[in-house]
Structure formats: structure tokens, C-alpha cells
């Protein structure tokens, strides 16, 4: 059977994030922020869930953005434009809630401004008031900031060593605001489970609604895997098939992140070995 998925356009966004523009019409026609894609980079490859960081209607065509952690990111990274993904299947999970939001602060984390944007976007199209942190370990990791910028009513940008933007964490940029007198009608966090547990921890303070997305905890995004599995509100739920958004006041982060490092060695092993075969196949 013959490839079906074009890459239309591939961007180094820093040393370990690469965006795509595929060709997924049918997919770009339904997709809404919020919502992820399933993939597979060939015939022997494993099935890998991605969040859908943004879509052209018009164009046909869907981006992502990932990050290289493990084996299949890195083959997926290996591919150039004019190349082919094997399967692209979506779209999945239920659609970020934004309707009728006044004014939301959107709090992203890394590589989860991925996600963030998507949502930050949609806000801005429906007319909302948008204050955007979003924060990143050192400048050479930032992604996004002009997009940000464009759907953003006040952007902040926050890195921990102070090398772009201001010194210190989203929380802190975040709690500024509310001191300040900003009055939002949501937070929406997405990053690392610890950034969102710390969100979480300062909004509850505040009483003020706080959706996250638990797309860092999906495998196999059908709710079948259960790696997925977390606790909200003293409930089970699968982030993959009720999420990937949930109130932030309601997860079990600490549950979450245990699971969560299940993984990791397996993962660098897979990682490493993927590697090791593209050298060879280079040499």
C-alpha cells in the first residue's frame, strides 16, 4: 500500500523540536484545538499520539510539533519534505472547551506550547482577551513566540536562566497578574505535570478555574494501553478518550508523574538504539 501522508514543509524550531505540515485534508476539515493525531512512521513502526498544533482548512493541511525523546520522534525527525508518513489517523480526543471565554490566561511549558497555542489562537479568533505566559528552560529552547505574540493580548515570556524574556517561573509571572488586579475567567496550563501541578496550586488559592491538558501522559490514545490512567476528582479516567482536558483542581498530579517516569528508562533505551541505527545507516 502505498504512503499516503505528505510532508509538506519541516522547521527546525530548536535542537530538539521539530515542526511538520502534513497533508491530511480530511483531518485539517474536522480538527479543533485540543484534539491529537495518531501516527505511524512506517509499516514496522510503533503508534505514537501527537497533539494537532495547528490546521489550514483551506489547505488541507495539519501541523505538529514534536519533541525528540524516544525512537519513533527520532525516525519521524528522519524524514524530509516531499517524504511520507505511513499512517496519520484523527481527529481524536475531545476539543479544548473555549466558547463564551471572556478573558483567559494560557499558561504553556516547554514543548506544551504546542498544545497551548492551538488554544490560545482559537481564543483570540472568538474574541476573547488572551494573556499568554509561556516559559521555557533557556532561549535556546524557545518555540512559538511570534505566534504567540500575534493571537496574544499580553505575552509574557519566562526562561529559568533569564537568557530571553524575564527571569523565573510561569507561576511567578502568573501570580504577578493576579496581584495586579487581572481578573481571568480561566487558566488553561499546558507543560510538564509538575509546571501544571504548581498552576494548580496558585489558582486554587485564588478560586480560579483551571482546565489542563494531561496530553504528556497518553501512549496509545484508544484507552486500551491504560497508560494513560489517572484520578480525577477520586474518579479513573483515560486522558486519551475524556480528555485531554480535565480540571486542573480535580488531578492526582502526584499519582500522574509516578506513572508517568514508568517508562523513561525503556523509552532512552529505544532512543539510543534508534540512533546507534542511523549512524550506521550514515557511515
Given at each position: 500500500?502505498?504512503?499516503?501522508?505528505?510532508?509538506?514543509?519541516?522547521?527546525?524550531?530548536?535542537?530538539?523540536?521539530?515542526?511538520?505540515?502534513?497533508?491530511?485534508?480530511?483531518?485539517?476539515?474536522?480538527?479543533?484545538?485540543?484534539?491529537?493525531?495518531?501516527?505511524?512512521?512506517?509499516?514496522?513502526?510503533?503508534?505514537?499520539?501527537?497533539?494537532?498544533?495547528?490546521?489550514?482548512?483551506?489547505?488541507?493541511?495539519?501541523?505538529?510539533?514534536?519533541?525528540?525523546?524516544?525512537?519513533?520522534t527520532e525516525k519521524l525527525n528522519h524524514l524530509k519534505e516531499g517524504e511520507y508518513i505511513q499512517d496519520f489517523v484523527g481527529p481524536l480526543g475531545?476539543?479544548?472547551?473555549?466558547?463564551?471565554?471572556?478573558?483567559?490566561?494560557?499558561?504553556?511549558?516547554?514543548?506544551?506550547?504546542?498544545?497551548?497555542?492551538?488554544?490560545?489562537?482559537?481564543?483570540?479568533?472568538?474574541?476573547?482577551?488572551?494573556?499568554?505566559?509561556?516559559?521555557?528552560?533557556?532561549?535556546?529552547?524557545?518555540?512559538?513566540?511570534?505566534?504567540?505574540?500575534?493571537?496574544?493580548?499580553?505575552?509574557?515570556?519566562?526562561?529559568?536562566?533569564?537568557?530571553?524574556?524575564?527571569?523565573?517561573?510561569?507561576?511567578?509571572?502568573?501570580?504577578?497578574?493576579?496581584?495586579?488586579?487581572?481578573?481571568?475567567?480561566?487558566?488553561?496550563?499546558?507543560?510538564?505535570?509538575?509546571?501544571?501541578?504548581?498552576?494548580?496550586?496558585?489558582?486554587?488559592?485564588?478560586?480560579?478555574?483551571?482546565?489542563?491538558?494531561?496530553?504528556?501522559?497518553?501512549?496509545?490514545?484508544?484507552?486500551?494501553?491504560?497508560?494513560?490512567?489517572?484520578?480525577?476528582?477520586?474518579?479513573?479516567?483515560?486522558?486519551?478518550?475524556?480528555?485531554?482536558?480535565?480540571?486542573?483542581?480535580?488531578?492526582?498530579?502526584?499519582?500522574?508523574?509516578?506513572?508517568?517516569?514508568?517508562?523513561?528508562?525503556?523509552?532512552?533505551?529505544?532512543?539510543?538504539?534508534?540512533?546507534?541505527?542511523?549512524?550506521?545507516?550514515?557511515?
Open positions: 500500500m502505498s504512503r499516503m501522508y505528505k510532508i509538506i514543509k519541516k522547521t527546525e524550531l530548536n535542537p530538539t523540536v521539530t515542526l511538520m505540515d502534513v497533508d491530511a485534508p480530511l483531518i485539517a476539515k474536522k480538527a479543533e484545538p485540543g484534539q491529537f493525531i495518531i501516527l505511524r512512521v512506517d509499516e514496522e513502526g510503533e503508534r505514537i499520539p501527537l497533539t494537532i498544533a495547528d490546521f489550514d482548512r483551506e489547505k488541507g493541511i495539519v501541523t505538529i510539533i514534536f519533541q525528540i525523546v524516544g525512537a519513533t475531545v476539543p479544548s472547551h473555549v466558547e463564551g471565554l471572556k478573558k483567559v490566561a494560557v499558561v504553556g511549558g516547554g514543548v506544551g506550547c504546542a498544545i497551548a497555542y492551538p488554544i490560545a489562537k482559537k481564543l483570540h479568533n472568538l474574541g476573547a482577551q488572551v494573556h499568554s505566559i509561556v516559559g521555557f528552560r533557556n532561549k535556546d529552547l524557545v518555540i512559538l513566540e511570534e505566534e504567540f505574540g500575534k493571537v496574544s493580548d499580553k505575552l509574557v515570556m519566562m526562561t529559568d536562566d533569564g537568557s530571553h524574556g524575564t527571569k523565573g517561573l510561569v507561576t511567578d509571572a502568573l501570580k504577578e497578574l493576579i496581584e495586579s488586579g487581572e481578573k481571568y475567567d480561566e487558566v488553561i496550563a499546558i507543560g510538564p505535570l509538575i509546571m501544571m501541578k504548581f498552576v494548580c496550586a496558585l489558582t486554587k488559592q485564588y478560586d480560579i478555574k483551571t482546565t489542563v491538558s494531561m496530553n504528556p501522559i497518553m501512549i496509545d490514545g484508544t484507552g486500551m494501553c491504560g497508560g494513560c490512567r489517572l484520578t480525577v476528582g477520586g474518579e479513573t479516567k483515560f486522558a486519551c478518550v475524556d480528555g485531554p482536558d480535565f480540571d486542573g483542581h480535580l488531578v492526582d498530579f502526584d499519582e500522574a508523574m509516578e506513572r508517568g517516569a514508568t517508562y523513561k528508562e525503556f523509552e532512552r533505551k529505544a532512543h539510543e538504539e534508534a540512533c546507534n541505527l542511523f549512524k550506521k545507516e550514515v557511515q
